[in-house]
């Protein structure tokens, strides 16, 4: 279960890979917004014509590389230039903070079953007041079934079942803003409607099955060693009284007893 990995192995994972996701997701926030959607942004570009120019439009002086054209004078296309870009890179802030908001969803029910906190009478609130308010109780630590126990394996498989898909999701986004940092001229608006699908389908694929893995494991019944030996001294003293029961009854109407095997 859960790859040969234990619980703990995957709640760091889990947790490094949040921390590396809001690092770049930060980075690309400010580049974006220093950058692009500055409102002096449109003030230092120009239109510039240079098919003519081919063989002298890239020019470096200083160490400083240029390109060489000619200035075209047209405010209305330069505008519309210019809100094509800014619209580009808001999509991509909008697409950023989708991906920084998915990441609690399946930490917090991962915390609420392994570490804690936890809201008792009401799981899927995950804010302490909230809790406070809806008269559950908050914990701040729980501490998670006992995996050597044979009659606890099932709630470990949901578990890791949900810790598999979301760590697996949250590499996957966090490759992807990667992507947007290391290749920014490559992704077009169309590049990028095809990354942002691909992000919500992760997200709807995460979400659900991390909501579906951790309603099991809230009806999965868990136990200690000593709630199953009591059961079993339950089981055995049901098992005695019903051969007493049996025995009397026999002996009322002066049957033999029932020879044990």
């Known amino acids: 279960m859960g790859n040969g990995k234990s619980v703990s192995v995957n709640v760091n994972s889990q947790t490094d890979l949040v921390q590396r ?32 120019l081919m063989n002298y439009r890239k020019q470096e002086l200083m160490g400083i ?8 004078d047209d405010p209305g296309h330069k505008q519309q230039i210019c809100d094509s870009i ?19 969803f399946c930490s917090n029910r991962i915390y609420g079953l392994t570490t804690g906190p936890v809201c008792t009478g009401n799981p ?3 804010d302490q007041a909230e809790c406070v308010k809806s008269n559950g109780k908050w914990e701040p630590y729980v501490v998670p079934p006992d995996e050597s ?51 919500e389908q992760l997200i709807t694929n995460m979400t659900s099955t991390c909501s579906q893995m951790y309603k099991l494991t809230l009806t999965t019944p868990t136990y200690t060693h000593e709630e199953l030996r009591l059961q079993q001294e339950d089981i055995n003293t049901s098992r005695n009284e019903a051969a007493a029961r049996g025995a009397a009854l026999r002996a009322a109407h002066g049957l033999q007893p029932v020879e044990s095997k």
């Open 86 to 104: 800014i619209k580009h890179y808001t999509d991509r802030l909008n697409l950023i903070a989708v991906v920084q908001k998915s990441t609690s």
């Open 21 to 52: 996701i809001y690092a770049i997701a930060s980075q690309l926030s400010e580049t974006y917004t220093s950058k692009y959607l500055d409102p002096r942004f449109c003030n230092t570009l120009a239109l510039v014509y240079n098919d003519k």
């Open 149 to 199: 126990i044979v009659e606890n394996q099932q709630w470990y498989k949901y578990l890791y079942h949900m810790q598999d898909i979301y760590i697996t999701s949250l590499s996957r986004m966090y490759d992807i803003l990667v992507q947007l940092k290391d290749f920014d001229e490559d992704i077009t608006d169309e590049k990028l409607s095809v990354i942002t699908e691909e992000v």
């Open 65 to 72: 590389s240029s390109t060489l054209g000619l200035v075209v």
């Open 124 to 126: 899927e609130i995950f």
